[in-house]
């Protein structure tokens, strides 16, 4: 059984419209957010094995926030540009090479692609995708090449709005 964690980076700025994108830091909400999201992730014990990120760094800054309330090391982060190339097929490409012995993967990219894929992956179980969400499926192979054909089951669904008392 393979679980795949997709994680949508937390709320970024937009202070600076002269910033490339890809440059966009975390905003103090997205900080806050990405901190209790992995809160939440450590103590219902779920550990990676391998944590991709795209390379803009809003969702690398989200990947390190978890990384080290999960106690994995930011050094280990892997920074994939497929994840950041907002095109779904890539990525589910990329999902089929990675590492057989990897048994839990966290990938940290952007929307609407992580929508589309969390989505496909759970045949349109998922409403949306807001800032620093999190998309749990657990996929019936032994091999990540065989995720495509392979029966997968939504095992979580978690985003900040759900845990934020008073916002509406």
């Not at 190339?85 to 057989?100: H, Q, R, Y």
């Given at each position: 059984?393979?679980?795949?964690?997709?994680?949508?980076?937390?709320?970024?700025?937009?202070?600076?419209?002269?910033?490339?994108?890809?440059?966009?830091?975390?905003?103090?909400?997205?900080?806050?957010?990405?901190?209790?999201?992995?809160?939440?992730?450590?103590?219902?014990?779920?550990k990676p094995?391998?944590?991709?990120?795209?390379?803009?760094?809003?969702?690398?800054?989200?990947?390190?926030?978890?990384?080290?309330?999960?106690?994995?090391?930011?050094?280990?982060?892997?920074?994939?540009?497929?994840?950041?190339?907002?095109?779904?097929?890539?990525?589910?490409?990329?999902?089929?090479?990675?590492?057989?012995?990897?048994?839990?993967?966290?990938?940290?990219?952007?929307?609407?692609?992580?929508?589309?894929?969390?989505?496909?992956?759970?045949?349109?179980?998922?409403?949306?995708?807001?800032t620093c969400?999190?998309?749990?499926?657990?996929?019936?192979?032994?091999?990540?090449?065989?995720?495509?054909?392979?029966?997968?089951?939504?095992?979580?669904?978690?985003?900040?709005?759900?845990?934020?008392?008073?916002?509406?």
């Open positions: 059984m393979k679980k795949l964690f997709l994680i949508r980076h937390a709320k970024s700025s937009h202070d600076d419209l002269k910033m490339k994108d890809i440059d966009r830091p975390l905003n103090n909400r997205g900080l806050s957010d990405a901190a209790m999201m992995a809160k939440i992730i450590h103590q219902i014990e779920i094995d391998l944590i991709f990120s795209s390379p803009a760094l809003r969702a690398l800054e989200t990947a390190k926030i978890f990384s080290k309330a999960l106690n994995y090391s930011a050094d280990a982060i892997l920074i994939d540009p497929v994840l950041y190339s907002f095109n779904a097929e890539l990525i589910l490409s990329f999902i089929a090479e990675i590492d057989t012995d990897a048994e839990t993967v966290f990938l940290f990219s952007h929307n609407p692609t992580f929508h589309e894929l969390a989505n496909h992956f759970t045949r349109n179980k998922i409403p949306s995708m807001p969400c999190i998309v749990g499926i657990n996929i019936d192979c032994n091999n990540w090449s065989e995720v495509e054909q392979s029966d997968k089951q939504l095992s979580l669904y978690e985003f900040p709005k759900k845990y934020r008392a008073g916002d509406d």
